[in-house]
């Protein structure tokens, strides 16, 4: 340590001090910049850590925050590593005014952290102290400056706990300085911090301590002659309090006292008022407001609040916010004077509303707000119209509202839909008058508008009572055409509509009666469908009670599906047929569909392979759906299976093994189907075992050897119960024997030739036994031949050259006809 740079610190800081205390700070900043200087030379913390303390409190003084901040985070740090280096009333201090230079860096987690810090130390102070009003003082303002960085980090609980322990601390020196402004101005800051605090938002203050607090709040104010623009937002808050307590009646009092606080400065000095906590507070007496059902007591309150609004808006004229305050305010008055049967005193209000509102929605073009706002008023204001008793005044004001809203350049549906509404009422007084003209012309302005309405947003609910008026006023000028257009339209918007069904009926039998005489098929075919199109529409817009258009639509839809079917439009006439069906519950276009279908079959039997191949997958298709409305039919389930399987064939003959068995092995669950539907039908049984044993032929095919197996002895065993079940049926023993041969040829082939030749005299023996019975017939003689030759091979191979070459010689024989 260098004695001479500690002697030179504590030289320069006497100094500094000294310097301070006359007020001379430019030289006292100059001789703590050398005392830190020399402090640091001196390796003395105790020394530095006061210098850095004091110079720092000098330059924040001198707003000079950011070196100030640096130099109370050294002497921090210094602390850190001893407390004792300073007092507790110094530690304290510097930590309550580094708090303060850390919040107006934005750092406020750090200076949160500092401010706790400094009130812990007071605190501890305090308790030693208790009489010490310096340290009292101190620690209030630091608990103040902490409650308003936690309140402002809406740390809302805290902020208020720290509030009211400054409170309290506060009041403890009330007798010794109750007298003193300082001391009065400081706890009616402390007390405005407290009710800023919205109580809702602040789970330890209850109501009632919240009303103390603001009726000591208002006291000290008036006794002080103090003016506080926060005693509104306070009464607000005290408000919310009592609304939350179920309180209404008190709260809206509160609210009104606010209010009159407002207006009373207001009055005084317009720019000196908040205008938002104003609005906010006209918010709050509007909503309250709305369980009111008294309506002299609302006329009253709406009294108010208008009042006030007015007060707002000629204070800025131009802002449109406070325009529709007094717009929104003349509008509810109005309405409550319109049910108090005050016609013309509530029209007079509304007027003005729409006035004001209209003058807003020129000069706001994209304030969605506002134009809903707009509208609602102008159709209070529709609503007064109505309630005119003559027709010709309610065209007037018809007229001049009209006027009012083509004043307004905006563009809008929602502009846009009240004036056709407008034109939709002048229109229907005009044809109560038989100005039927004037009344079309008025209802096809209006309908054009809701038909813009509904290409743009799908709403079409305005249309029914103007497409209603245009067609009686079109029958009334004799329009009939039109009048049918519009009804179908109207139909169309209004399914269970009635007055206008049977004169669409009437029309449509008229045009069906002249298709049937029309002698060219096409035409007549595009006759039909023209009008089965109406009828369909028709049929599904309105309910067909008496069954009057069901019966014309599967007429015409049967006569066309006829028309298709000579004219060779097979497929369209297949769809027809199906639809029709798809509506019967007596499947009496089933024979016709069948028919159809197994004509398709037909086709699809003599086209090459991917042509047959589509006509199968759509026959497919078909029976699918067939068989969704008619499981129960044998025909169908057999006809599908069949089609499956034919394609199954299809794809093995295009060498698409995998998709092949896909498909074969569906057509086996088709069939399986067929067999439980149909236990005692031999044939799905039949196409079962002859289905396996293609789909073990695929699988040798492709070497999966267990696969093959498998499916070889479900087929073998298949037959073997149809043989079973029938031993005189040749077919089933021919195809058991086929099969064997076939398992002979799977053996032989993966190199099991004892395997091979057992399946081989297995087959050779069935078809034996079925030559027997017809010695001549010249398939079984080839069956046995095939056999004995696959034998003779087998043997062959497995060295019995002897016993192949008997095999082959007896083949031979056999085939020759040689007994």
Known sequence: ?????????????????????????????????????????????????????????????????????????????????????????????????????????????EARNKYKISAQIYRELIEKEPSNTSHVSNAVSTLNNMGALLAEMRENDDALR?????????????????????????????????????????????????????????????????VSLDVPTALQNFAHALENEGKHDAAFMKLQEALENISTHFDEDPESVNRKIAIKILRDMNRMLENEENSEILLEK???????????????????SYQLNVAFSLDIIGNLLKEAGRIEEAMQRIEESVDITLQVLESEHDDSSSLQAGVSII????????????????????SNLEEKIKTVSQESLELGLISAGICHEAGKILAEKSAY??????????????????????????????????????????????AL?????????????????????????????????????????????????????????????????????????????????????????????????????????????????????????????????????????????????????????????????????????????????YMYNYALDAYAGLADLEPESVFPVERIAALHARIAELAASRNDSDEARSRYEMSLDTYRSLMNANPSNTEHQLDYAGVLDGVGSFFLSIGMHAEAKKSYENALKTFAGIMELEPENLTYRSNVTISLENLGYTLELMGRKEDASWMYENARKIKDGIE
């Open 437 to 482: 003209s004037e009344a079309l012309e008025y209802f096809n302005r209006a309908i054009s508008t809701y038909e813009t309405v509904r290409h743009a947003t799908g709403d079409d609910s305005k249309m029914n009572d103007v497409l209603e008026n245009i067609a009686k006023t079109q029958l009334s000028l004799g329009l009939n055409d039109d």
């Open 162 to 226: 720290i509030f009211e322990e400054a409170f309290k601390l506060h009041e403890k020196t009330a007798e010794s300085k109750k007298e003193d402004a300082e001391y009065q101005l400081k706890r009616i800051t402390i007390l405005e911090n407290l009710l800023n605090i919205p109580i809702e938002s602040a789970t330890g203050l209850e109501e009632g301590r919240y009303g103390q607090l603001l009726e000591m709040y208002l006291e000290e104010t008036r006794a002080n002659n103090v």
């Open 1 to 109: 340590m260098s004695k001479r740079a500690r002697d030179m610190a504590f030289r320069h800081f006497n100094k500094g001090v000294s310097l301070i205390e006359k007020g001379l700070h430019e030289d006292a900043l100059e001789n703590l910049k050398q005392a830190e200087e020399q402090a640091k030379g001196a390796e003395s913390p105790q020394i530095l850590v006061a210098v850095l303390q004091t110079y720092a409190d000098l330059l924040y003084s001198h707003d000079q925050k950011e070196e100030a901040l640096e130099r109370y985070i050294s002497a921090s740090e210094i602390l850190e590593e001893n407390p004792k280096y300073m007092s507790p009333e110094q530690r304290a201090s510097m930590f309550s005014n580094m708090a303060t230079a850390l919040e107006d860096s934005s750092r406020k987690e």
């Open 485 to 661: 257009l519009s009804y179908m339209q109207l139909v169309k918007t209004e399914p269970f509509g009635k007055g206008y069904i049977d004169r669409i009926n009437e029309i449509l039998l008229e045009k069906e009666k002249k298709a049937d005489s029309t002698g060219n098929v096409e035409i007549l075919k595009k006759e039909y469908e023209n009008i089965l199109e109406i009828r369909t529409e028709l049929l599904g817009l309105v309910p067909d009670e008496n069954e009057k258009n069901v019966a014309g639509i599967r007429e015409l839809q049967g006569k066309i599906a006829d028309i298709m079917v000579a004219m060779g439009q097979t497929r369209e006439a297949l769809q027809a047929y199906e639809q029709l069906q798809e509506m019967d519950t007596k499947n009496t276009y089933l024979s016709k569909i069948v028919k159809l279908l197994e004509r398709l079959k037909t086709s699809a039997d003599q086209q090459p392979g991917a042509e047959g191949l589509e006509i199968f997958e759509f026959l497919l298709s078909k029976y699918n759906k067939l068989m969704e409305m008619n499981g129960n039919d044998v025909s169908i389930l057999a006809n599908r299976a069949a089609v499956i399987e034919n394609i199954a064939y299809v794809l093995s003959e295009k060498g698409e093994t995998e998709e092949s068995g």
């Open 302 to 320: 709406y009294g108010s609040i208008l009042e006030m609004s007015r007060k707002l808006l000629a204070s800025m004229p131009s802002n449109t």
């Open 379 to 398: 159709e209070d204001m529709l609503a007064l119209i109505e309630l005119a008793d003559d027709a010709d005044t309610k065209l007037n004001l018809y």
